[in-house]
């Protein structure tokens, strides 16, 4: 179980992102959470960066691309190729689904609904097997 990890999730809401910076301080989770609000400032971070995040959170639904794009882009990118990766979206439709899964996503998931379902994702997060 590794609590030190580094999560990086891109989503354009403002308000979601605070919503789960404030669950990730509630639940007193230790690994780094890095946020994005669009796939300019995501894409710049890994080209510059020598320590890549252990998994890539990406919201579906984004202005000025969509969340699979970003996914492939990663995929292609020499190194961010063995990045785990989560999709989600508030609606999260068949064909999303199933090009998704056609990307071998790691995880695709609707978004939590009450603060409580954020604290409880931010929790599995940084808990669960993503890090294996």
């Known amino acids: 179980m590794q609590r030190n990890a580094s999560i990086w999730l891109i ?3 403002t308000q979601l992102i605070e919503i789960i910076t404030r669950a990730f301080r ?16 995501l894409r710049a971070a890994i080209d510059q960066s020598d320590l890549l995040p252990n998994l ?20 292609k990118h020499p190194s961010a190729q063995a990045l785990k990766m989560i999709l989600f979206s508030q609606d999260l439709r068949a064909d999303i689904v199933a090009k998704a899964q056609e990307l071998n996503v ?9 603060f409580q379902d954020w604290r409880n994702f931010a929790d599995e997060l940084c808990l669960a097997g993503y890090f294996s």
């Not at 790691?106 to 009450?114: A, E, I, R």
Request: aromatic share 10%.
């Open 11 to 13: 989503d354009d809401d």
């Open 26 to 41: 509630l639940e007193r989770l230790t690994c780094q959470l890095v946020s994005f609000t669009n796939d300019a400032d």
């Open 56 to 75: 890539v959170v990406v919201d579906y639904y984004l202005p000025d691309t969509d969340g699979l794009q970003i996914i492939q882009w990663l995929q």
């Open 106 to 114: 790691y995880q695709v998931t609707t978004k939590p609904k009450s």
